[in-house]
C-alpha cells in the first residue's frame, strides 16, 4: 500500500507542475495534496509545522496569482481603470482556457487605460506590466510544486 500512495502523491506532484501552467488545474493545491497522500504512508513522516507552513504557502501563492497581474499593471505605469481592467481580465480570461488566462489581463489592462483616456503606447504598456505579473506569478507555483517535490524526495531517501 505504501508504494502505492506514493506513486499516487507523485502523480499529484506532477500534475501539480502541470497545473500552474494549464489554467483551471489549481497546480500548488494539487502537489499539495501530494504531500498528505504521502504523509498517509509509514515511509513520510512530515511534522505538522512543515505541512502547515505548505499550506499557508499554498494559500498566499494561490491568492497573488490573481493579484499580481493587477500589481503588474500598476508598476508599469498603470492608472486604477487598467488595474480593474487587468483584474476583470483575470477572471473572465478564466473562461477562455490558456489563451484566456495570458491575454485576459493584458487585454483587460489595456482596454482599461484606454477607457480612461490614455494613449495606446501607455495603455501597451501598462497591458505588458499585467503580463509580466502572470509571469512572475507562473514563476512562483513552479518554485513551490519544485520545493514540495524535493522535499517528498528527501522525506523518502
Known amino acids: 500500500m505504501t508504494v502505492f500512495l506514493l506513486i499516487i502523491a507523485f502523480l499529484l506532484m506532477l ?4 497545473g500552474c501552467i494549464v489554467p483551471g488545474l489549481p497546480g500548488a493545491p494539487i502537489a499539495y495534496a501530494g504531500l498528505w497522500v504521502a504523509q498517509a504512508t509509514d515511509r513520510v513522516d512530515f511534522s505538522w509545522q512543515f505541512l502547515l507552513v505548505w499550506g499557508i504557502v499554498v494559500v498566499v501563492i494561490s491568492v497573488l496569482d490573481y493579484v499580481v497581474p493587477a500589481w503588474g ?14 483584474t476583470i481580465g483575470v477572471f473572465v480570461g478564466l473562461f477562455f482556457g490558456a489563451a484566456g488566462v495570458i491575454l485576459g489581463p493584458l487585454v483587460g489592462a489595456i482596454l482599461g487605460e484606454l477607457i480612461s483616456g490614455k494613449r495606446m ?31 517528498l524526495i528527501q522525506a523518502i531517501w
Not at 508598476?75 to 481592467?85: D, F, L, Q
Not at 512572475?136 to 524535493?150: D, E, P, R, S
Request: glycine fraction near 20%; charge should be positive.
Open 15 to 18: 500534475i501539480g507542475i502541470i
Open 73 to 86: 499593471t500598476k508598476h508599469y505605469g498603470g492608472t486604477k481603470w487598467g488595474v480593474w481592467g487587468s
Open 121 to 151: 503606447s501607455d495603455a501597451v504598456k501598462a497591458g505588458w506590466g499585467s503580463f509580466v505579473g502572470i509571469l512572475f506569478g507562473t514563476i512562483l507555483k513552479l518554485i513551490a510544486c519544485g520545493l514540495m517535490i524535493v522535499a
